[in-house]
């Protein structure tokens, strides 16, 4: 029995469940990708559903600053995610520095957190960009602690605790076309964070959109 338990829990522990995927390629993608040389990541709108309990300890104000600052520890990771794949000569185009991106819009008077009143070409023009990352990203932890603690005993301390719903946008700044559109949902496991979802996230996509090898 206790093998079993172990088992299951490693099982758990290393899976990650494909819950939904969604994805859209430009049927002249190839060509996109042959026109650009730069790629920048937008802060994604982000939202963290919180269990009814958890909202009362924090303020609507705490909230919305609370998904603001995990979009931009999104744009980092995915950069960062990014950055690596080009120097492994994954990547065939370059990617902007967040900060270099963000710095050009709020130079412009552009919320980093608020510009879907702008067409991508516009943006694109300030960004100085062919192409940018747009889209959502929605993260929760479904298990009330009273379950979480229940089910650890039953596995040995490893179950998921939190999923990541990602949307994102590959939009062409030269005639504000969707290039590519990438939906997925992976579930996480105990003690995983905004980051190692982003991995697994960004592993997945990396392997679908025409901008990597």
Do not use: C
């Amino acid at each position: 029995m206790k093998k079993i338990i172990t088992l299951l829990a490693f099982v758990i522990f290393i899976t990650v469940t494909n819950a939904q995927t969604k994805l859209y390629v430009h049927p002249d993608a190839k060509t996109y990708v042959a026109n650009t040389k730069t790629i920048a990541i937008l802060p994604l709108n982000v939202q963290v559903k919180l269990r009814p309990k958890q909202l009362k300890d924090f303020t609507s104000e705490q909230i919305i600053e609370m998904g603001k600052n995990e979009s931009l520890d999104i744009q980092k990771a995915m950069y960062s995610w990014f950055l690596t794949r080009k120097k492994r000569g994954t990547l065939l185009v370059d990617v902007q520095n967040p900060k270099r991106t963000n710095a050009l819009l709020l130079k412009k008077g552009i919320d980093v957190h608020s510009y879907d009143e702008y067409l991508p070409s516009e943006l694109g023009e300030i960004l100085g960009v062919e192409v940018i990352i747009t889209g959502s990203y929605e993260t929760s932890k479904p298990m009330s602690n009273g379950a979480a603690i229940g089910l650890a005993v039953l596995t040995g301390g490893l179950f998921a605790t939190n999923s990541a719903t990602m949307n994102m946008d590959f939009m062409s700044t030269t005639d504000d076309e969707l290039v590519v559109n990438y939906l997925k949902k992976v579930k996480g496991t105990l003690g995983s964070d905004a980051q190692d979802l982003i991995n697994v996230l960004m592993r997945k996509v990396s392997r679908r959109i025409p901008y990597t090898k």
